[in-house]
């Protein structure tokens, strides 16, 4: 039984719920500021692909991992491990598949491309930026899956750019936290431009957060977008010198903590 539960965690976590749960919030927030209602097959499909995505990196990454980073349950239960990610690949393909044919053409070409650059991620490891690009562009896509029938809206855009920009210093974050670990296993920013110019992309990713949510504040005052504000603003002073000096769970922890504030301010702006 106690190998069953381990087993279980540790496939539970290889989800990044948390990642899931921002993905879910950047949908939301985009049918919120056109005023439409989510589309729960969407949603559903979203959650699929995002989770399928997420298990097949920690996949992907298994023998790094297990000789550079401690982390070794996909790599001692590869067998287990292959199942639960061919699992969760028919489930994204049979809901993105439907998707397609029944609810939204464009929805569900937009699901099947974040799911290919899932897939083809690991190999961009080795092209200079460009796993952080991915990531950022595979998350400002999920803005395009509300789609109201005049077109897209210019405060969708706004949205996209704003989780482009900061989803890419997020990610430049976690390159500087890893940087020890992956100098000969990912071209980053940080191990290309040294880690001044990483920080100084993460900086100016809170403080264009920061700046956005000020606004938000200002003209709405919604206290989901408050407290997103203050919690960004605690952030940003902590990691102001050097990102690497606070764990990297907490650190990553608080900002995606910013993020979904900050998403669901939006959404509940209505």
Not at 225 to 240: A, K
Not at 261 to 270: D, I, K, P, W
Request: net charge positive.
């Amino acid at each position: 039984m106690k190998k069953f539960f381990f087993i279980a965690k540790n496939l539970i976590l290889s989800l990044r719920l948390i990642s899931v749960a921002v993905s879910v919030l950047i949908l939301l927030a985009s049918y919120s500021l056109i005023h439409m209602s989510p589309q729960i097959g969407i949603l559903c499909g979203l959650i699929a692909t995002t989770c399928f995505v997420m298990s097949f990196n920690d996949w992907y990454d298994r023998i790094h991992d297990h000789e550079k980073k401690n982390k070794s349950f996909a790599f001692k239960e590869s067998t287990i491990f292959k199942i639960w990610i061919s699992y969760l690949a028919l489930i994204a393909f049979i809901a993105n598949f439907y998707i397609f044919l029944n609810v939204s053409w464009l929805a569900g070409t937009l699901l099947l491309l974040l799911a290919s650059l899932g897939l083809v991620y690991g190999g961009f490891r080795r092209i200079p930026y460009l796993s952080a690009l991915t990531v950022s562009i595979s998350q400002s896509l999920v803005v395009f899956l509300a789609r109201p029938q005049t077109g897209y809206a210019l405060s969708q855009i706004v949205l996209a750019l704003t989780v482009f920009a900061i989803i890419f210093g997020r990610e430049t974050l976690k390159d500087l936290q890893d940087s020890a670990h992956d100098v000969s296993w990912k071209k980053t920013l940080p191990a290309l431009k040294g880690n001044v110019r990483g920080s100084q992309v993460v900086l100016c990713s809170h403080i264009l957060l920061l700046v956005v949510l000020a606004v938000l504040t200002v003209f709405v005052g919604n206290i989901f977008i408050l407290l997103s504000l203050v919690s960004t603003g605690i952030i940003l002073l902590r990691i102001y010198n050097d990102p690497r000096s606070l764990p990297t769970n907490v650190n990553k922890r608080l900002l995606d903590l910013a993020c979904i504030l900050a998403l669901a301010g939006v959404y509940f702006v209505r």
